[in-house]
């Protein structure tokens, strides 16, 4: 420093680097040479202390800095970088250490004493005598005392005089005592060390001083780890959540779960790190990456018993999104269904009159956010072309017809299928569910949890979404044309349960266009959440599939209305091939959903009462209101006069020939049970993401199950296609740890079929039952991490109070389960002596081929050729297979699978087989190999040889 180039060059006050003295901006960070160190001496505010000239503490301190920046400066490339060993850096400066003081009037003390140099000392001169000032930094000429500032010149004895300044740099395991400081104001400790102000309360470490006033910098404000509120800088807790302001702004809080401990050392590493920095052990995968109190949506922490977000409003319940271990869960018994939907109304209620009362108390009416009134609402992209809707209105401000000018707005007034009037969207699927709905009013309002006028315009919506019940919150902005009539669904009579559930469900699946298009069935499981059932009318493309009675069907059909079933029929729909004119001609529309009202066989008629959700529209075959069909005694029992409204009678063989199914949904009483549990469908036989419900009956019961997986309403273009599902019901036994899981005969199986959801019905004898869910056709695709695995959701209705425990199953659960599936359904050939091979086509969408080795001591080759198949996809990664099956064992060769629903598939097989003496596979495939393809890992638990037991 004492040195003429130090001399010639000057230190930026904001980074510390030192530049050249030609330079009027700083090299690094351009910020401008300090303007106070190039004022006159009659312009500079001074402030005398005692008669004493004195510099501002400012010029002070910022010679400090330089001291501390100068001592820090070890790594200019990375100035957070603290990984070096202990060092002493030392620094020339003048005699007399400049520091902060509590007391002024002892630094005012220290500070003109040690400032005056002393008579024996001998001046620095340098070339054309200028000398630098190390208070003010200002350049001087021939004078022994500082222009800008008074300060005496330094003299050499003061120059070639060293401070040693030590800085103890600490190792990693010392890192926070360096990498932290604490706040003086509000004991914040984990600031971090290149920080000059407090991240919690804003205070200043670095006292400075303007004209004698305290300058304090702005604050910024800061966002809520919790709900990501942002809050005012002068608040230590989030005005939304009470999150605390020093949990939001440290980034190695242990609470926000930002890293991971190593179960070796106990050291807590940072989640990008993927070994422990102490111990080098590798990083465990996680099990368990989410609380179950922690809101999926919005992150919220809530409660640990807590069903609904207490920030969001959505159900805790409905998603998961980590991989886990199902062997901790609990036994739990089924309850009423009853019990259950007045516990989840009541919750709902309680955050209802919260909304409320913030709305009253600011006089405000409620609007959604999270679905606002806006075309992102309306469509999957916000440009849309043809767009009806110009405005949102509230119901007093909608247009209503002449009728209905009389009449106050309300929820309900008395529903009737009449009052239903479909909008310009396509999701008669819906309306004709609402339409089989409305013959139940108690079932209506079972859906609606606000059945009363809201004036701030807030309103509930139970739904049952994918077999996940949901709560969903709603305002009573509608869309609407330019002349103020309703563009979407209606109904009469100033009524808002059509439109305000329509709108519930366009907000679940995203916004309106995603409610176009879909069934029946869909429709009365999300309203009611009960089992549903689909009928076909149609005989099935596939020839392996049985034959249609239509006897049993009509049966069926009896059966259902007489034990108070909803039912719903889908009119050319479809393999069907349909001419459109024949039935326009007939006064039907191909592709549409109607609604099933009567069921009837009178006189040895077999008619039924369909609906037209349009409310107009009607058969005008036999049986239609003008029909020569009609007798005074029928015409007196049917009243067939409602063809002005969509409601028409036909007879069944009309329905055979014109409709694709009826889908009947099973209400049941209040006295039936139900549990709902969720799983994973992983794309392969892994027990680590697998599981299974054991369940144990004490007395006979009816028990209906459905399995399903996730909708694919979400998107314009979902990006997977849906799963082949299946639910199968196995005897077991009673589970102990001596006992492990026991995979028996076949009790019960769904149809597997790629549809959002499978069901199965059954009666059940006391004993202990295993339920087993399968999926195949995403195998060997590129669903590699858990976190995006299938979720399922399986729903178990019955007459009586059942015992289940979701449990982790054994590690070939799959292969025995479909072995023992496909020996109860499956078709049976003799191959050879001591072989049987076993096909499960029949309700299957695809094959399934299992080859059983009775020999004591003989091998079995098997060379399974399925390559002139199409539309399937194989567990094995390839249509053609090779295998060796031990003896006295059984083995699951191939599964194939339907990919698409909506397509159709094929299906061609060539089996070859002969005997062995011993393993391998010979000339059949190379030496040492008893298996082409490989049975990898991810496949063993499906494809491995099992025992005969």
């Given at each position: 420093m004492g040195s003429i180039a130090s001399v010639l060059q000057w230190h930026c006050s904001s980074c510390s680097l030192i530049n050249p003295t030609d330079r009027v901006t700083c090299i690094r960070c351009n910020v401008h040479r300090s303007y106070e160190c190039r004022k006159k001496v009659d312009q500079l505010k001074t402030r005398t202390i005692h008669g004493c000239p004195t510099p501002y503490v400012t010029d002070i301190l910022c010679a400090e800095a330089e001291i501390a920046a100068g001592a820090l400066r070890l790594d200019d490339a990375d100035p957070t970088n603290i990984d070096h060993k202990p060092s002493v850096v030392k620094l020339q400066f003048?005699?007399?250490?400049?520091?902060?003081?509590?007391?002024?009037?002892?630094?005012?003390?220290?500070?003109?004493?040690?400032?005056?140099?002393?008579?024996?000392?001998?001046?620095?001169?340098?070339?054309?005598?200028?000398?630098?000032?190390?208070?003010?930094?200002?350049?001087?000429?021939?004078?022994?005392?500082?222009?800008?500032?008074?300060?005496?010149?330094?003299?050499?004895?003061?120059?070639?005089?060293?401070?040693?300044?030590?800085?103890?740099?600490?190792?990693?395991?010392?890192?926070?005592?360096?990498?932290?400081?604490?706040?003086?104001?509000?004991?914040?400790?984990?600031?971090?060390?290149?920080?000059?102000?407090?991240?919690?309360?804003?205070?200043?470490?670095?006292?400075m001083m303007r004209d004698c006033v305290r300058y304090t910098p702005p604050k910024k404000k800061w966002t809520c780890k919790r709900c990501t509120l942002l809050n005012d800088p002068n608040t230590t807790v989030c005005n939304a959540c009470g999150g605390s302001k020093a949990k939001s702004l440290c980034p190695d809080d242990g609470t926000l779960r930002e890293f991971w401990t190593c179960d070796k050392c106990t050291l807590k590493n940072r989640?990008?790190?993927?070994?422990?920095?102490?111990?080098?052990?590798?990083?465990?995968?996680?099990?368990?990456?989410?609380?179950?109190?922690?809101?999926?949506?919005?992150?919220?922490?809530?409660?640990?018993?807590?069903?609904?977000?207490?920030?969001?409003?959505?159900?805790?319940?409905?998603?998961?999104?980590?991989?886990?271990?199902?062997?901790?869960?609990?036994k739990k018994q089924s309850e009423l269904m009853e019990n259950l939907r007045r516990i989840e109304e009541q919750e709902a209620r309680e955050k209802w009159n919260e909304i409320v009362l913030f709305c009253i108390q600011n006089s405000q009416e409620f609007v959604d956010d999270s679905f606002p009134p806006a075309s992102k609402?309306?469509?999957?992209?916000?440009?849309?072309?043809?767009?009806?809707?110009?405005?949102?209105?509230?119901?007093?401000?909608?247009?209503?017809?002449?009728?209905?000018?009389?009449?106050?707005?309300?929820?309900?007034?008395?529903?009737?299928?009449?009052?239903?009037?479909?909008?310009?969207?396509?999701?008669?699927?819906?309306?004709?569910?609402?339409?089989?709905?409305?013959?139940?009013?108690?079932?209506?309002?079972?859906?609606?949890?606000?059945?009363?006028?809201?004036?701030?315009?807030?309103?509930?919506?139970?739904?049952?979404?994918?077999?996940?019940?949901?709560?969903?919150?709603?305002?009573?902005?509608?869309p609407c044309d330019n002349r103020g009539n309703q563009v979407y669904s209606q109904a009469k009579r100033k009524q808002l349960w059509v439109p305000l559930i329509e709108k519930a469900i366009a907000k679940l699946h995203g916004c309106y266009e995603a409610l176009v298009s879909g069934r029946a069935i869909e429709g009365l499981a999300t309203l009611t959440g009960a089992p549903c059932e689909s009928v076909p009318l149609q005989p099935s493309s596939v020839p392996t599939e049985d034959e249609l009675d239509r006897d049993l069907i009509w049966a069926q059909l009896l059966s259902s209305r007489l034990a108070g079933f909803l039912m719903g029929a889908s009119c050319g729909g479809g393999n069907m091939k349909v001419d459109e004119d024949a039935y326009q001609s007939k006064g039907l529309r191909p592709r549409h959903a109607y609604s099933v009202l009567d069921v009837r066989d009178i006189d040895s008629y077999r008619l039924l009462k369909l609906r037209n959700p349009w409310g107009h529209f009607s058969w005008n075959g036999d049986w239609s209101d003008d029909s020569d069909m009609w007798t005074d005694n029928l015409k007196t029992m049917l009243m067939p006069d409602g063809c002005c409204e969509g409601v028409f009678?036909?007879?069944?063989?009309?329905?055979?020939?014109?409709?694709?199914?009826?889908?009947?949904?099973?209400?049941?009483?209040?006295?039936?049970?139900?549990?709902?549990?969720?799983?994973?469908?992983?794309?392969?036989?892994?027990?680590?993401?697998?599981?299974?419900?054991?369940?144990?009956?004490?007395?006979?019961?009816?028990?209906?199950?459905?399995?399903?997986?996730?909708?694919?309403?979400?998107?314009?273009?979902?990006?997977?296609?849906?799963?082949?599902?299946?639910?199968?019901?196995?005897?077991?036994?009673?589970?102990?740890?001596?006992?492990?899981?026991?995979?028996?005969?076949?009790?019960?199986?769904?149809?597997?079929?790629?549809?959002?959801?499978?069901?199965?019905?059954?009666?059940?004898?006391?004993?202990?039952?295993?339920?087993?869910?399968?999926?195949?056709?995403?195998?060997?695709?590129?669903?590699?991490?858990?976190?995006?695995?299938?979720?399922?959701?399986?729903?178990?209705?019955?007459?009586?109070?059942?015992?289940?425990?979701?449990?982790?199953?054994?590690?070939?659960?799959l292969a025995d389960t479909i072995i023992n599936l496909t020996l109860a359904k499956g078709q049976r050939h003799e191959g050879r002596e001591g072989m049987t091979a076993y096909y499960l086509t029949k309700g299957w969408a695809g094959l399934v081929v299992v080859v059983e080795n009775r020999h004591a001591n003989r091998w079995i080759h098997v060379k399974c050729d399925c390559q002139e198949s199409y539309n399937v996809m194989s567990t094995r990664g390839l249509l053609k297979t090779i295998d060796s099956v031990p003896p006295l064992h059984r083995q699951v060769i191939i599964v194939l699978t339907q990919l698409e629903g909506s397509g159709g598939f094929s299906i061609a097989h060539k089996l070859t087989h002969r005997l062995a003496n011993q393993a391998g596979l010979h000339d059949w495939g190379p030496s040492g190999c008893s298996h082409l393809p490989q049975i990898q890992k991810s496949i063993e638990g499906l494809h491995s040889p099992r025992l005969i037991t």
């Amino acid at each position: 420093m004492g040195s003429i180039a130090s001399v010639l060059q000057w230190h930026c006050s904001s980074c510390s680097l030192i530049n050249p003295t030609d330079r009027v901006t700083c090299i690094r960070c351009n910020v401008h040479r300090s303007y106070e160190c190039r004022k006159k001496v009659d312009q500079l505010k001074t402030r005398t202390i005692h008669g004493c000239p004195t510099p501002y503490v400012t010029d002070i301190l910022c010679a400090e800095a330089e001291i501390a920046a100068g001592a820090l400066r070890l790594d200019d490339a990375d100035p957070t970088n603290i990984d070096h060993k202990p060092s002493v850096v030392k620094l020339q400066f003048k005699s007399v250490i400049l520091q902060r003081r509590k007391s002024w009037n002892g630094f005012e003390d220290q500070f003109r004493t040690s400032l005056r140099p002393s008579k024996s000392s001998t001046l620095l001169t340098t070339e054309n005598d200028s000398w630098l000032c190390n208070a003010c930094r200002t350049r001087n000429f021939s004078t022994q005392q500082c222009q800008n500032c008074n300060s005496f010149r330094e003299t050499k004895e003061q120059k070639n005089k060293f401070i040693p300044i030590t800085i103890n740099i600490p190792k990693d395991s010392d890192k926070k005592s360096t990498s932290n400081w604490s706040c003086e104001k509000c004991s914040f400790s984990l600031n971090q060390f290149w920080s000059d102000s407090c991240e919690s309360c804003g205070w200043n470490a670095i006292t400075m001083m303007r004209d004698c006033v305290r300058y304090t910098p702005p604050k910024k404000k800061w966002t809520c780890k919790r709900c990501t509120l942002l809050n005012d800088p002068n608040t230590t807790v989030c005005n939304a959540c009470g999150g605390s302001k020093a949990k939001s702004l440290c980034p190695d809080d242990g609470t926000l779960r930002e890293f991971w401990t190593c179960d070796k050392c106990t050291l807590k590493n940072r989640l990008s790190t993927l070994v422990c920095k102490a111990c080098k052990t590798e990083k465990r995968a996680n099990k368990k990456r989410r609380s179950d109190s922690q809101c999926p949506t919005c992150t919220f922490e809530n409660e640990l018993n807590a069903k609904q977000c207490a920030m969001c409003h959505k159900h805790l319940e409905s998603e998961y999104y980590s991989s886990i271990l199902i062997s901790n869960h609990p036994k739990k018994q089924s309850e009423l269904m009853e019990n259950l939907r007045r516990i989840e109304e009541q919750e709902a209620r309680e955050k209802w009159n919260e909304i409320v009362l913030f709305c009253i108390q600011n006089s405000q009416e409620f609007v959604d956010d999270s679905f606002p009134p806006a075309s992102k609402s309306l469509y999957y992209t916000e440009k849309h072309e043809s767009c009806r809707v110009t405005q949102w209105l509230r119901p007093e401000s909608i247009i209503c017809s002449e009728l209905d000018k009389e009449l106050c707005w309300t929820v309900f007034r008395k529903p009737k299928p009449s009052d239903i009037i479909q909008g310009i969207l396509g999701n008669c699927w819906l309306l004709s569910a609402l339409t089989v709905l409305a013959e139940r009013e108690d079932l209506v309002r079972h859906v609606m949890v606000t059945k009363d006028y809201c004036e701030q315009g807030a309103y509930q919506v139970r739904l049952c979404k994918d077999g996940k019940w949901t709560t969903v919150l709603v305002d009573d902005l509608l869309p609407c044309d330019n002349r103020g009539n309703q563009v979407y669904s209606q109904a009469k009579r100033k009524q808002l349960w059509v439109p305000l559930i329509e709108k519930a469900i366009a907000k679940l699946h995203g916004c309106y266009e995603a409610l176009v298009s879909g069934r029946a069935i869909e429709g009365l499981a999300t309203l009611t959440g009960a089992p549903c059932e689909s009928v076909p009318l149609q005989p099935s493309s596939v020839p392996t599939e049985d034959e249609l009675d239509r006897d049993l069907i009509w049966a069926q059909l009896l059966s259902s209305r007489l034990a108070g079933f909803l039912m719903g029929a889908s009119c050319g729909g479809g393999n069907m091939k349909v001419d459109e004119d024949a039935y326009q001609s007939k006064g039907l529309r191909p592709r549409h959903a109607y609604s099933v009202l009567d069921v009837r066989d009178i006189d040895s008629y077999r008619l039924l009462k369909l609906r037209n959700p349009w409310g107009h529209f009607s058969w005008n075959g036999d049986w239609s209101d003008d029909s020569d069909m009609w007798t005074d005694n029928l015409k007196t029992m049917l009243m067939p006069d409602g063809c002005c409204e969509g409601v028409f009678w036909i007879s069944y063989d009309d329905v055979l020939k014109y409709f694709d199914c009826i889908d009947i949904c099973k209400v049941r009483n209040n006295m039936w049970n139900e549990v709902r549990l969720k799983g994973y469908l992983p794309p392969l036989s892994s027990t680590d993401h697998l599981s299974c419900v054991v369940l144990t009956v004490s007395e006979p019961t009816e028990a209906e199950f459905t399995l399903f997986q996730e909708g694919q309403r979400k998107s314009e273009k979902c990006n997977r296609s849906q799963l082949d599902l299946c639910v199968a019901v196995m005897r077991s036994r009673e589970v102990t740890s001596e006992k492990p899981i026991y995979i028996g005969r076949l009790v019960e199986h769904s149809k597997r079929q790629v549809r959002g959801f499978v069901s199965s019905h059954k009666m059940l004898e006391p004993d202990v039952y295993v339920v087993v869910c399968l999926a195949f056709n995403h195998w060997h695709t590129d669903l590699v991490d858990p976190s995006v695995y299938p979720e399922f959701v399986l729903a178990i209705h019955s007459s009586k109070r059942l015992l289940v425990e979701q449990v982790s199953p054994p590690s070939f659960v799959l292969a025995d389960t479909i072995i023992n599936l496909t020996l109860a359904k499956g078709q049976r050939h003799e191959g050879r002596e001591g072989m049987t091979a076993y096909y499960l086509t029949k309700g299957w969408a695809g094959l399934v081929v299992v080859v059983e080795n009775r020999h004591a001591n003989r091998w079995i080759h098997v060379k399974c050729d399925c390559q002139e198949s199409y539309n399937v996809m194989s567990t094995r990664g390839l249509l053609k297979t090779i295998d060796s099956v031990p003896p006295l064992h059984r083995q699951v060769i191939i599964v194939l699978t339907q990919l698409e629903g909506s397509g159709g598939f094929s299906i061609a097989h060539k089996l070859t087989h002969r005997l062995a003496n011993q393993a391998g596979l010979h000339d059949w495939g190379p030496s040492g190999c008893s298996h082409l393809p490989q049975i990898q890992k991810s496949i063993e638990g499906l494809h491995s040889p099992r025992l005969i037991t």
